[in-house]
């Protein structure tokens, strides 16, 4: 379950995706097809829970009004001395609102928190090595800001793996209230 990102948006994150590609690391980046701010993942589900997992974010996201999100600064998981993930950070506190409404909903049909703080971003590459490591700290230190766009909707998101990469695929939308 996600948020899709706006082309105007998408745009500015490949155009910064090509600036650390300059920069000679060895990593899998994320299309800008399958760019997206990730809420929960489900791993394989059965239909009945699918319909399950359906109605929660429907119910929750019917209470929920729409609401700004800005995409600033860059981060790694899970450190500077070891990275793995490189991310965009996502603003404001309103998303961990929203992820606390969902999760709370989705412990009644005994899907569990994951065993970590929730922290929103934007992934867009996934480092192979450590090579140009300091190049790279260098460069996500200084400040960005994407820009930011109105949530109105969340999305299931089903995820194809192929040898090409995943695909993720929108399998249903819920909007926001106006």
């Given at each position: 379950m996600g948020i899709r990102i706006p082309k105007?948006?998408?745009?500015?994150?490949?155009?910064?995706?090509?600036?650390?590609?300059?920069?000679?690391?060895?990593?899998?980046?994320?299309?800008?097809?399958?760019?997206h701010i990730n809420l929960k993942f489900f791993g394989s589900k059965t239909d009945e829970q699918i319909e399950d997992i359906k109605k929660i974010i429907?119910?929750?996201?019917?209470?929920?009004?729409?609401?700004?999100?800005?995409?600033?600064?860059?981060?790694?998981?899970?450190?500077e001395k070891f990275i793995r993930v490189l991310w965009i950070g996502v603003e404001p506190e309103k998303l961990k609102e929203l992820y606390n409404k969902l999760e709370e909903n989705f412990k009644s049909i005994g899907i569990e928190n994951e065993n970590r703080p929730f922290k929103p971003h934007l992934t867009l590459c996934r480092l192979?090595?450590?090579?140009?490591?300091?190049?790279?700290?260098?460069?996500?230190?200084?400040?960005?800001?994407?820009?930011?766009?109105?949530?109105?909707?969340?999305y299931?998101?089903?995820?194809?793996?192929?040898?090409?990469?995943?695909?993720?695929?929108n399998l249903y939308e819920f909007k926001l209230k106006k």
């Open positions: 105007e948006i998408s745009k500015k994150v490949v155009d910064f995706q090509n600036e650390i590609k300059k920069l000679g690391i060895d990593a899998k980046f994320v299309e800008s097809e399958n760019l429907a119910n929750v996201s019917k209470n929920v009004n729409q609401f700004e999100l800005s995409l600033k600064n860059i981060g790694v998981f899970p450190s192979r090595n450590q090579k140009n490591k300091e190049i790279l700290i260098k460069k996500i230190n200084e400040k960005f800001n994407f820009g930011g766009f109105i949530v109105n909707s969340l299931l998101i089903e995820s194809k793996l192929s040898t090409k990469g995943p695909k993720y695929i």
